[in-house]
Structure formats: structure tokens, C-alpha cells
């Protein structure tokens, strides 16, 4: 890689990292030490329209057609129930592009440690083992995109004794 094109891509990185840091700015985590929203998106701008009032239109004009199409593919249509938007990360899990499913892994790995570290306010213990046992199902249409994200998600869920749920694979197909 060029070193211009290196630091073209760095101050992008940036650029995206002061974005996603300023529209979530007021947000918390759900933790009890109200860890700032920020501190999540590892894959910066994935939940910036899901959460806040950013538009797809926002983020091509800040960052280009190929970002927007990908924070489209991992973001939530908070019009559909949440048990509908659930069930429908397991079923485009499989059909993503290949960067909305490395979002989409960086994400879930994120989720579930800061559920190991710490349960969110107002969540019991068998909430956080079905969000575990949700993630697996929609992690199960991922593999094959990158083995060291698998292989942390992997060893979470062998952690907690999470198998693959049959009912949820085939609700995928």
C-alpha cells in the first residue's frame, strides 16, 4: 500500500472515529457503570443510523457510497418488532457482503464480551444466555469470513455451553 493512500485511509479512519464519536456523544451503555456508547463501535459507524438521527444520505456524503452500503446491511429497521429484527439478522446474516459480516462479527464479539463483563441494568441472567444463544444463530451465518473474530466468538460461547440451535438454522434457509 502507498504511504499516501495509507494515510488517506488513516484520516478517514479518523474522520469516521470524531463522526460516530459526536452523534453518539450524549449515549451510554446499558452497564451500570454507563460506559460511553462510543466505546462500542468498533466498527465505528455500524449502529450511528440504527441509534441516532444520522440518514444513509449523511454517511455516503461523509464517507462515500461503499461505507453507506455496508452501515445499510448491518442496520436495523427499528419500524419491525424486535423479535422480527432479531430473526432477520439470522436470516441476511448469510447473504452480506463480505465487510457488513466482518461489522457484523466485530460487532456480536463486542456485545458479548461486555456481556460477560458485565450484565446491563434491568437484564436477568436468562436474558443474557438468549441474547447469547440469538448471537450464535446469527454468527452461524458468518462463518467462513474470519477465523480469529470465530475462534473469540467461538470460545465465548463454549464458555457458557452454547450449542448451535436447530430451530434457529432452519428458520434461516
Known amino acids: 500500500m502507498e504511504e499516501g493512500t495509507m494515510s488517506s485511509d488513516v484520516q478517514r479512519l479518523l474522520e469516521a472515529a470524531n463522526f460516530a464519536a459526536i452523534k453518539h456523544k450524549s449515549q451510554r451503555r ?12 468498533l466498527a465505528l459507524l455500524h449502529d450511528t443510523v440504527e441509534d441516532t438521527d444520522t440518514t444513509f444520505a449523511e454517511i455516503e456524503e461523509r464517507f462515500g457510497e461503499k461505507v453507506r452500503s455496508i452501515v445499510a446491511e448491518v442496520t436495523d429497521d427499528k419500524l419491525l418488532s424486535k423479535k422480527e429484527r ?8 448469510p447473504h452480506c457482503s463480505y465487510e457488513a459480516k466482518l461489522v457484523k462479527l466485530a460487532d456480536k464479539l463486542y456485545n458479548l464480551r461486555d456481556l460477560k463483563r458485565c450484565t446491563p441494568a434491568g ?20 462463518r467462513g469470513t474470519n477465523q480469529t473474530l470465530e475462534k473469540s466468538l467461538d470460545a465465548l460461547f463454549k464458555e457458557r455451553n452454547i450449542l448451535l440451535d436447530d430451530k434457529f438454522l432452519s428458520e434461516r434457509d
Open 86 to 93: 432479531k430473526l432477520r439478522q439470522i436470516q441476511h446474516a
Open 123 to 142: 437484564w436477568t441472567e436468562r436474558r443474557v444466555e438468549e441474547y447469547f444463544i440469538w448471537a450464535s444463530s446469527v454468527i452461524a451465518g458468518l
Open 30 to 41: 446499558k452497564d451500570p457503570e454507563g460506559t460511553p456508547y462510543i466505546n462500542h463501535p
